[in-house]
């Protein structure tokens, strides 16, 4: 067995899992802070009992929670674990945490009242393919409404949460909604402890109703029981108000004429969308979270670009302008410096080039196209040919240059000669002045 040590802080080593050429590589255990969301269930089960209906019940709901995980959707929070607390015997179920605010948290100040087109459209994307994820696994939320979804800081995305209507009993939902639930996003049927897929396709609706409009059709006015009777009335009973009419009186006195003009440009599809969501029949609306999806998709498809946000379009140019009137005002603060040589325009230059260039390539051409070997043979004077009777000017001062370059070969021959026999007299010269000094033995002595 390998040996066992510690990584780094945080990091436990379990042991090798294989070794070569290149390193060896160890499976760990991370050790730390790594947060995460658990939902507590407020009924207590006594015992991890797999014979006990409650036990039984939640462990079979989880497990279909845990399919979630199988293929993740980005728009989907992942399942962690589940099981039953050590201290008041209360089920979980542990979630990532998603870091980010909620859709309830962007609609109040500092934010707008209401999303601007372009981004709800991307909510409308997001959730319904959040929806189609769960409901293709069988999964029903029950629960969705505007603060169980975030948007994720880290991907941009926008996130389904928080499944715990999903593992609870037809009575325990029934008692939570008398008392705790949302209201104001449930479906008619789920006020009778009824949960269908349908359902989350109704608080769909509502969800983009509140997007749209700046409030959701049916508020609550208080926590009393009779505002949520109130509220769970208007659901199975009362007419849904005018969207269009509550999102033109929300419009935020910020926003520019043009800006509001553009933004209660909303696509026909979509009101249909919402008003199909919102039926109190659920045979009337559309059936799971893949039909929801697929008509979303196919609506932004074929309804043609996204609207524009003109007002930051506006901005945008506002700033560039600002900086393009600073920059020339530097530009005027520097001091000018007087330029040496000639100021050509941009014509005169490239027309300068063109003939400079046109020159080279005709002298290139007349070099090449002499043959070697054609240089003119200086002779002497006398064997000129006379002249002939070439009247062109060019031929003269061809035979002047000729006749000119003969003489001065012939003065040069005469010079040359003169200086060599000049040094030949002054050498016989210098030869017959030596005397000899050799004594000559020959000659005898006078005797005396």
């Keep these: 067995m390998s040996k066992v040590f510690t990584i780094t802080e945080g990091l436990e080593n379990l042991g090798a899992l294989r070794t070569g050429g290149q390193g060896s590589v160890y499976k760990g255990k991370r050790m730390g802070a790594i947060y995460s969301a658990v939902k507590l269930i407020p009924t ?10 409650n036990y039984r019940n939640f462990e079979n709901e989880v497990s279909k929670l845990l399919k979630v995980n199988e293929n993740p959707s980005p728009n989907v929070v992942k399942m962690l674990s589940f099981g039953i607390t050590e201290s008041g015997s209360f089920p979980f179920i542990e979630m990532e945490y998603i870091e980010g605010p909620d859709l309830c948290e962007l609609l109040q100040p500092p934010h707008e009242k209401i999303f601007k087109l372009q981004e709800l459209l991307k909510v409308a994307n997001h959730l319904s393919a959040a929806l189609k994820h769960c409901h293709s696994l069988g999964v029903k939320h029950g629960d969705v409404k505007s603060n169980n979804v975030k948007y994720n800081l880290h991907t941009g995305n926008y996130v389904l949460l928080d499944f ?14 008398r008392h705790a639930g949302a209201v104001e996003f449930m479906a008619p049927e789920q006020n009778e402890g009824k949960l269908l897929l349908q359902s989350d396709v109704y608080s769909y609706g509502i969800i ?7 409030q959701v059709p049916f508020p609550l006015p208080g926590n009393s029981d009779t505002a949520r009777n109130s509220v769970m009335i ?38 249909d ?28 498809l074929s309804s043609g670009p996204i609207p524009v946000d003109t007002a930051q379009i506006d901005l945008m140019r506002a700033e560039n302008e600002s900086l393009r009137q600073q920059l020339s005002t530097f530009e005027n603060t520097l001091p000018k410096t007087e330029s040496k040589g000639i100021a050509l325009s941009y014509f005169t230059f490239t027309c300068l080039i063109l003939v400079i260039i046109g020159l080279v390539a005709y002298v290139g051409y007349r070099q090449l196209g002499q043959t070697p070997g054609t240089l003119s043979e200086v002779n002497p004077i006398d064997s000129l040919a006379p002249a002939t ?21 012939a ?19 210098a030869e017959d002045s030596i005397e000899d000094l050799t004594p000559d033995t020959s000659v005898k002595p006078v005797e005396f």
């Design 208 to 214: 983009l109703y509140e997007l749209l409009g700046g």
């Design 389 to 409: 009777n070439d009247t062109t000017e060019m031929a003269h001062k061809r035979l002047a240059n000729e006749r000119r370059a003969a003489e001065g070969a």
């Design 273 to 300: 969308l919402i008003g199909k969501c919102l039926q109190k029949n659920p045979a009337l609306r559309y059936q799971d979270g893949e039909a929801l999806h697929e008509a979303v998709m196919k609506a932004g």
């Design 234 to 271: 208007g659901h199975m009973e009362g007419e849904v108000p005018d969207l269009m009419e509550l999102r033109r009186n929300n419009l935020p006195a910020s926003w520019t004429a043009e800006q509001k003009n553009s933004e209660m440009q909303v696509p026909g599809w979509l009101l």
């Design 411 to 429: 003065a040069k021959r005469v010079v040359d000669s003169t200086i060599r026999a000049k040094i030949k007299e002054e050498k016989e010269k």
């Design 44 to 53: 207590p089960i006594s015992a991890e009992d797999p014979n006990d209906k």
């Design 164 to 177: 715990g209507l999903a593992i609870m009993s037809e009575e325990q939902r029934r008692s939570s909604i």
